[in-house]
Nanobody, 119 residues
Framework: QPRLVESGGSLVRPGGSLRLSCAASGFTFDFYAIRWFRQAPGKDREGLSCIYSSGTTDYADSVRGRFTISRDNAKRLVYLEMDGLKPEDTALYSC?????????????WGRGTQVTVSS
């Protein structure tokens, strides 16, 4: 069955960097766009960035210029490189799959990986 598994979350100091990974299995990866979300305690889930199998991307204003999304179709992996991390970036980060980046109604979800930004 379709599965998405995130990894790479950890505790990092403000200004630091992390790379998150999203590993996909059980579905035709090339047919799907992958979006990264995050949700902090007490806040709404926020869509961060999306990437098509072609490599076309989009970003939320809150992360544009600091976060970079990429994918390796051969390895069925999507990455989120996060630089200049701030305490307000602390959240559970999840990846999800949809036929395109124009929707927030996702077909498959991962369980998430925790990112904590603190000194």
């Amino acid at each position: 069955q379709p599965r998405l598994v995130e990894s790479g979350g950890s505790l990092v100091r403000p200004g630091g960097s992390l790379r998150l990974s999203c590993a996909a299995s059980g579905f035709t990866f090339d047919f799907y766009a992958i979006r990264w979300f995050r949700q902090a305690p007490g806040k709404d889930r926020e869509g961060l960035s999306c990437i098509y199998s072609s490599g076309t991307t989009d970003y939320a204003d809150s992360v544009r210029g600091r976060f970079t999304i990429s994918r390796d179709n051969a390895k069925r992996l999507v990455y989120l490189e996060m630089d200049g991390l701030k305490p307000e970036d602390t959240a559970l980060y999840s990846c999800a799959a949809a036929p395109n980046c124009g929707t927030l109604s996702m077909d498959f979800w991962g369980r998430g990986t925790q990112v904590t930004v603190s000194s």
